[in-house]
């Protein structure tokens, strides 16, 4: 297998509509410390832009980061308005106490179903919840027998693409027994 080129994620980056409920989400309820404020204005993609762009740190010194637009067309140029799918997310790896904290303060907040939810994917426990601009934040706990489920998986991952592409589409999770003895 080839080493990764890259070290480690350095920041996601998202606009959203209102960055005080950004930040009050990212920094009040969930914890995550905004490090970073920049405010730009720059020639981008044939016109001058104005926007603020904010960093909220995670313990690897990586970052999730959110702009927000002066200009309305910019803003809706841009983006947050993305159809909601809970297959555009960012999930981030946390350990038990960490997940349980998260939990507390999500559920303290007064985010409840359909804004949070859990999934027990057998191969991990995620925690879901919905930030103010209907992003999915996922905090993912690995199965304690996570390095033997992902060397499982290393082994045998052209294979089961190529089997998938070719149409054979049964499902290969045969870990999803994790939630009943985690």
């Known amino acids: ?37 920049w405010c730009e204005q720059e020639e981008l993609f044939g016109s001058e832009r ?10 690897d010194g990586s970052a999730l980061a959110f702009f927000q637009f002066v200009d309305p067309g910019d803003q809706d140029e841009f983006g947050p308005d993305l159809p909601p799918s ?22 303290a907040a007064g985010f409840v179903a359909p804004q949070t939810y859990v999934l027990e994917h057998g191969y ?25 489920i992902n060397a499982a998986r290393a082994a045998d991952a052209h294979s089961e693409l190529k089997r998938w592409l070719a149409g054979d589409h049964r499902p290969n999770n045969d870990v999803r027994h994790f939630a009943e003895t985690h």
Do not use: W
Not at 50 to 59: G, N, P, Q, S
Not at 124 to 148: H, K, W
């Open 124 to 148: 991990c426990r995620s925690v879901y919840v919905i930030d103010p601009d209907g992003m999915i934040l996922e905090f993912t706990l690995d199965a304690t027998n996570a390095d033997q």
């Open 50 to 59: 104005t926007y603020c762009h904010c960093f909220f740190a995670l313990r």
């Open 1 to 37: 297998m080839t080493a990764p080129l890259a070290n480690r994620l350095h920041h996601t980056a998202y606009v959203v509509k209102n960055l005080e409920a950004t930040r009050h989400f990212y920094e009040d309820i969930l914890g995550f410390p905004l490090v970073a404020t």
């Open 86 to 107: 809970p297959f555009r997310h960012v999930a981030l790896n946390v350990d038990a106490e960490a997940q349980a904290e998260l939990e507390r303060r999500i559920d």
